[in-house]
């Protein structure tokens, strides 16, 4: 696939993600997009569906080989999808990343900033919260 279609379609799932449009991410990904190709101003697919709560997105974006732990760079949209989701109390988006191997203590700003456990706390999500814990946070985390 040449850059002006990999371009292409990547605009097609940043598009498909806010609407939860789990039939163009699956087209996307078959296409042959990159999962974990950042938009122009650096934030990930991953990120982007975490942050808007669409599980089923995330599960495709992470079966399709988007990294779990990959931080996006994106002005608004930094840090890592675990965070992401945590902070807005997405728990079935969490309970995907956590299935997928999102590591429970990471902490965001490569390692200086707020583990996914103090964002829930912050929310407050507890039930979050509860589920991050049952997965082996703690709070301190990982720094």
């Known amino acids: 696939m040449n850059r002006r279609q990999h371009k292409k379609l990547s605009r097609r799932?940043?598009?498909?993600i806010p609407g939860g449009d789990t039939a163009v991410v699956k087209a996307v990904l078959r296409a042959g997009v990159d999962p974990d190709r950042a938009?122009?101003?650096g934030t990930t697919p991953l990120y982007e569906a975490s942050v808007n709560g669409k599980a089923?997105?995330?599960?495709?974006l992470l079966t399709a080989g988007a990294s779990p732990n990959a931080e996006s760079s994106g002005i608004?949209?930094?840090?890592?999808?675990?965070?992401a989701?945590?902070?807005?109390?997405?728990?079935?988006?969490v309970r995907e990343?956590?299935?997928?191997?999102a590591d429970v203590n990471l902490h965001e700003d490569h390692g200086?900033?707020?583990?996914p456990l103090k964002w829930a706390n912050h929310g407050p999500h507890p039930e979050t919260a509860d589920l991050l814990i049952a997965a082996g946070a703690t709070p301190g985390g990982t720094p």
């Open 97 to 101: 990343l956590l299935a997928h191997g």
């Open 39 to 41: 938009d122009g101003v």
């Open 56 to 60: 089923e997105i995330v599960r495709l």
């Open 112 to 115: 200086t900033g707020w583990s």
């Open 85 to 93: 989701a945590a902070c807005w109390g997405h728990t079935e988006t």
């Open 76 to 83: 608004g949209a930094e840090g890592t999808p675990l965070c």
């Open 13 to 16: 799932l940043f598009a498909a």
